[in-house]
């Protein structure tokens, strides 16, 4: 276990170095590090999951494939501004989200509070971070999570305040678990292409519609969460520029992929991928390894 340890640390010291470069000039440097194997491998796994947020479902783990990283980023019974947080729902490279109570007296809702690491010093990161409070600030529908609001602590810490969505499950788990008819299928993904019709109307991309972004909350209601990388379709080509290679593969379009102008059939193609899991139990695509 101390091996274990020890490689994370290492892996973790040597993504944190890399933070400013290119991914090409990252995937470089990682081969030629000299490092161990083991150590290199687990180096590439943290630059995957720094191009991904991760989703709000309930959990009660951290997440075991990052673990120097959850642990160091754990504040746990601490105060962040209004807040307490209470403990942890997902942690992944770019930020923490907590469960957390206001300190406020009184009846109150519990909240996601969503963290950026103090370990992400890119401007890209920031820029992500703030792209989702610009992007969930003009989302007002039932099936998109809500933000409450935004802000930065004393001691610089950007973080964001959301709707909790109470014992989530994403919608691949949800259709396996309640075995869901075709027909059921049809109307789950009906209710996620209208609300993304809606953010289209605002001019919002989501560009990540994967199955673990579309969670069910405890009223079988859809919620649409992680709009980390979403992109304002009138954004200047410069702007928007941040982040262009950021997707998942497995449900990335093609344009993504190679890096072309993005608009709202990017995530038509990505719902449409989510369908044929719903349909066929399976995934669509192959695997892609991202180095």
Wanted: with cysteine.
């Amino acid at each position: 276990m101390t091996d274990r340890i020890s490689e994370w640390k290492a892996a973790k010291e040597l993504f944190e170095s890399l933070s400013q470069l290119e991914d090409a000039e990252k995937l470089e440097r990682i081969n030629t590090s000299g490092l161990d194997p083991s150590v290199k491998q687990k180096t590439l796994k943290l630059m995957e999951k720094s191009e991904q947020d991760f989703t709000l479902i309930e959990t009660r783990k951290l997440n075991q494939s990052i673990p120097s990283i959850a642990q160091n980023t754990s504040r746990i019974g601490q105060t962040v501004g209004d807040y307490e947080l209470v403990d942890i729902l997902g942690s992944g490279g770019m930020s923490t989200v907590y469960l957390a109570k206001r300190r406020l007296p009184g009846i109150q809702k519990l909240v996601a509070f969503k963290i950026l690491s103090p370990h992400v010093g890119s401007d890209k990161h920031l820029e992500l971070f703030k792209r989702e409070q610009q992007s969930l600030s003009q989302l007002n529908h039932k099936n998109i999570v809500s933000l409450h609001h935004g802000g930065q602590t004393g001691d610089g810490l950007h973080y964001l305040v959301m709707e909790y969505i109470e014992n989530a499950t994403d919608i691949l788990h949800h259709a396996q678990q309640k075995k869901l008819s075709r027909q059921e299928c049809l109307k789950l993904v009906k209710t996620i292409a209208e609300a993304m019709d809606y953010a289209h109307q605002k001019s919002i991309i989501h560009r990540d519609l994967k199955a673990t972004n579309i969670l069910l909350d405890i009223n079988h209601e859809v919620k649409i969460v992680d709009f980390g990388i979403a992109l304002l379709s009138d954004q200047s080509r410069e702007t928007a520029q941040v982040s262009t290679r950021v997707f998942t593969p497995e449900i990335a379009s093609p344009e993504q992929i190679k890096g072309e102008k993005i608009d709202a059939r990017t995530d038509v193609f990505s719902l449409g991928i989510l369908l044929l899991q719903l349909l066929t139990k399976k995934k669509p695509l192959p695997a892609i390894n991202i180095s």
